[in-house]
């Protein structure tokens, strides 16, 4: 367990904020994961299935590797521990993922709708559009494949359709910094849409500036992972 602790004090950390902060959906429930890519190693810390994350230990966070063999921990891991390997697989400038079932977020989820480019500092951290990844049935493969299918966009956050979200981070901190900018998004683009007027977005220009910059920052990410 010591090889890895500091990969699952970090997860439960984040884990336990985001479930007494409301993000998970309910305070009771289990809903919602939390993962780690390991430095170095074909791995991850992610959080188990079932257990109340108020009532958790370190131990208690599982490691598994890329053929998702659990490594450490008694419990299962979270069914959406494919999904999570489906990001780490595809996009090698992530380093942390979190799954969801944040309200306002969850309302695009259900309206199938996307969120646009609306605030610069959203789009430099989230990329140019929050995309809706199509319905499957939580933790089945058919799930797996449309994560996997809409990850070249290279964004940082997308809506999971009648499920939830999806945020990704080059670290934990940046991952549930997106959670939180998800939110005010989602929360600020509905009071917009309320109003019947209509949404602007941020120029074009400063679009295509802003994923310029995201692209450079992922592209050195990837290498240092890769490097490592």
């Avoid at 380093?95 to 430099?124: C, G, M, Y």
């Avoid at 220009?205 to 240092?224: G, P, V």
Wanted: hydrophobic share 40%; net charge negative.
């Amino acid at each position: 367990m010591e090889k890895y602790l500091a990969y699952k004090e970090q997860v439960l950390a984040c884990t336990r904020w985001l479930s007494e902060h409301g993000y998970f959906g309910a305070l009771r429930g289990t809903g919602g994961n939390v993962s780690m890519r390991i430095a170095g190693e074909d791995a991850l810390a992610v959080t188990p299935s079932t257990l109340p994350y108020d009532k958790i230990s370190p131990a208690e966070i599982c490691i598994v590797d890329f053929d998702l063999k659990q490594m450490e921990g008694d419990t299962p891991p979270s069914v959406e521990a494919g999904m999570h390997l489906a990001v780490y697989k595809n996009r090698p400038d992530v380093n942390a993922v979190i799954h969801t079932h944040q309200l306002k977020a969850s309302a695009f989820a259900l309206l199938n709708r996307p969120i646009p480019a609306l605030f610069d500092e959203v789009a430099l951290h989230l990329g140019p559009v929050v995309a809706v990844i199509p319905y499957a049935l939580s933790g089945s493969p058919e799930l797996v494949e449309n994560v996997a299918g809409k990850l070249s966009n290279g964004s940082h956050g997308y809506i999971i359709q009648n499920h939830g979200a999806l945020c990704l981070g080059a670290t934990l901190d940046k991952a549930w910094l997106n959670v939180e900018l998800l939110e005010k998004t989602a929360q600020a683009y509905l009071d917009a849409l309320s109003t019947g007027q209509e949404v602007t977005v941020i120029p074009k220009e400063i679009e295509d500036l802003l994923i310029l910059i995201r692209q450079d920052a992922q592209a050195k990410e990837a290498e240092k992972n890769q490097t490592r």
